[in-house]
């Protein structure tokens, strides 16, 4: 069964605008997770982790993360969006390390 | 940080042919590296486990003797394609962990491969 979630297939958002790109988990115990983002015809890139500390994750490029552990949550953020964000997203559990546990993807399109 | 890098990012080949795809890491030691999958605008699909010295572990539905893979040091895996059809034309990527490959850290990637069958 799959332990990450990506509930959406396509966010779209205004520059400028702030972002959301959503995943949710399945994990017993303590989940480690993990966003990549991956641009066209490129291998994924590690955007940011939480592991345990602090809920509020911040990562590269203006990203940040909060893990919520009552809504088992660990949705990607960004106050405002650029369009160079414009990508794929990949959410990722690690504790099965390496295993198949990547959401589905989230496509980004940020219009000018 | 770590760098993984694979060789070639496109490869055309004939029907019936083999390919080789190279996946490297750079400056770190990667006694597991990983073989992935990805179709157009989907998720990536584990193809198998490539363990340094021993045999590949594959996943469910993956035919071992289609996509050989040799780990034979710990810098570098590779991912034989043995007679390609269309359908194989995909993305592939390959990552790797430092430090063991343990859950709580990142994973690097490759750059990815284009294989296109004709």
């Known amino acids: 069964a799959q332990s990450v979630a990506q509930p959406e297939d396509q966010v779209n958002v205004a520059e400028g605008n702030p972002l959301t790109v959503k995943c949710t988990y399945s994990?017993?115990?303590?989940?480690?997770l993990f966003w990549y983002v991956q641009y066209p015809n490129r291998g994924l890139q590690f955007l940011l982790k939480y592991i345990t500390g602090d809920n509020l994750v911040k990562g590269s490029y203006g990203f940040e993360a909060e893990f919520n552990k009552s809504q088992t949550s660990f949705h990607l953020k960004k106050p405002s969006a650029l369009v160079s964000d414009s990508a794929l997203y990949f959410c990722?559990?690690?504790?099965?390390?390496?295993?198949?546990?990547f959401g589905d993807g989230t496509t980004l399109t940020v219009k000018p | 940080g770590a760098v993984v890098s694979q060789h070639p990012s496109r490869v055309i080949c004939k029907s019936g042919t083999s390919v080789k795809i190279e996946c490297r890491s750079l400056?770190?030691?990667?006694?597991?590296m990983f073989w992935y999958r990805q179709f157009p605008k989907q998720s990536l699909m584990l193809m198998a486990t490539s363990n340094e010295g021993s045999k590949a572990t594959y996943e469910q539905g993956v035919e071992k003797d289609k996509f050989l893979i040799n780990h034979a040091s710990l810098t570098l895996s590779t991912l034989t394609v043995t007679s390609a059809h269309p359908e194989d034309s995909s993305f592939y990527i390959c990552s790797a962990r430092d430090r063991g490959g343990q859950g709580h850290t990142e994973a690097f990637f490759g750059q990815g491969t284009r294989l296109t069958v004709v």
């Open positions: 990722h559990e690690g504790t099965n390390a390496g295993k198949s546990t």
């Open positions: 400056d770190f030691q990667a006694t597991t």
């Open positions: 994990v017993s115990g303590n989940p480690y």
